[in-house]
């Protein structure tokens, strides 16, 4: 829990940036609720996955994957990802680990956007928006869950990916 709020801060930097892009954006081309984006909840997910989730996917993949075997957080804690016989994580590995890890995320974006009116003058969500939510935050409290109470500690993304978080012997 400590390396992901490590990581955490790495993303809230990244969101940060993104806010600043997209004030100063607005100040030089106006209102986005005015455009084809807004207008389209299909559109407003595409847009948010590419520009705010797949990056942060691909940070996590990609470090996972690296021979250092961990994240900036995962580095400092002392820990490291690694694959079958504790090898290195291949990256198709690490891309779906990190894929079905941010699963919860994207799909609570996904639903927010189906919201009408949503982010300005929200109505009521669909029972179907709903439905999504919470099967968004049942995955999420899965794979709490699943670390906290599971013998091993794996998470159900590990499963998936065939992948283990170990004690590295020394932290960065």
Known sequence: ??????????????????????????????PWEKSIVAAEPAAMDVFAFVVAILPVILYFAISESSPSRATWGKRISGLAVVGPNDSRLSQPRALVRAAVKFLPWQLAHSCLFRIEGWPLEPMGPSPTVMAGLAVSQALALWYALAIALAKSHRAPYDWLAGSLVVTTRQSA
């Not at 969101?15 to 954006?25: D, S």
């Open 1 to 30: 829990m400590v390396a992901f709020a490590l990581d955490y801060l790495v993303i809230l930097g990244y969101l940060a940036i993104l806010l600043g892009l997209g004030l100063g954006a607005r100040k030089l081309f106006g």
